[in-house]
């Protein structure tokens, strides 16, 4: 055997993480991916353990979710029977290594005192990059089967221009859409301009009414009631970013707007790619 990893929580890329890591020669651990079908696929090397402290026990590597959480108490982790606390998995973590991704400042306050080397994957500026190119594909996707219009000549609003940002608007712009970019650095609406797609400030967003979809990776409320009551029946919003997400979601709740939250999208739409750039940086 090579290397044991125990793999803990997560969405279905960690699923076929754990598939390739096996068929690879390594001893695979898992816990918390039960909803999955690697029960029913009796992948050899693999051991679906019962308990958490065993998954984490036996093997000397640990493989986390991506985001490793989405409300800073639990572990992310979709396909589990049962919740993960993060502090209980942390007490479990002492001379091990881990590695995870989006890992909250939270959580290496928790293990500051045990052994425990922790890499966060989405610091690694490859894997961010192309875990967002997964992403792009993914939201252009969700845009294909939520609307009924083409995206040539559509008008698109990406509220962001961070990676997430950067890939999406290209790709758009690529399939003949209207792209719109928000920034609020003059050095980010600066190269907004130099692409060629249309700088707007991010606190200033107006005229909503002329555009078709809005998509939203920043995570904290950019439009609140006022400015989405401006916005068409017709418009997508497409919220790409964690909670609470760049909508109102009351107000949008209440004005009867066309919105399609889609998280977690390269664990839902590139799944064995994902896992492939993972599995070769943890490697």
């Given at each position: ?60 590597i640990v493989i986390g979710p991506i985001p490793f959480t989405r409300d800073g ?168 970013a964690s909670k609470p997400g760049g909508f109102d979601l009351q107000a949008v709740e209440q004005l009867g707007l066309n919105y399609v939250p889609a998280l ?20």
């Open positions: 055997m090579e290397n044991s990893f125990s793999v803990i929580g997560g969405d279905t890329r960690n699923c076929e993480l754990a598939k390739m890591l096996a068929n690879e020669g390594n001893q695979v651990y898992v816990y918390g991916l039960e909803k999955s079908n690697l029960k029913e696929q009796d992948v050899e090397n693999i051991e679906i353990c019962d308990h958490l402290e065993d998954a984490i026990y036996k093997g000397n108490e639990l572990l992310n982790s979709p396909l589990a029977n049962n919740k993960i606390e993060i502090d209980d998995f942390a007490s479990w973590l002492n001379n091990k290594a881990l590695f995870a991704g989006s890992i909250p400042d939270k959580f290496y306050n928790i293990t500051e005192n045990t052994k425990v080397i922790i890499t966060d994957l989405m610091k690694i500026e490859e894997l961010a990059v192309l875990n967002i190119i997964a992403t792009a594909e993914g939201a252009i996707s969700k845009i294909i089967e939520n609307t009924d219009f083409n995206l040539q000549s559509s008008n698109v609003l990406i509220i962001g221009f961070g990676r997430i940002g950067k890939i999406l608007s290209n790709k758009l712009r690529l399939l003949g859409a209207n792209v719109t970019c928000s920034a609020r650095k003059q050095t980010d609406l600066a190269w907004i301009e130099a692409y060629g797609y249309k700088p707007v400030n991010t606190y200033n967003l107006e005229n909503l009414e002329n555009y078709n979809i809005i998509i939203n990776t920043i995570p904290y409320i950019i439009l609140k009631k006022e400015q989405l009551q401006k916005v068409t029946k017709d418009c997508l919003l497409l919220e790409l977690g999208l390269p664990g839902k739409i590139a799944a064995k790619t994902s896992a492939k750039f993972l599995k070769n940086f943890i490697l």
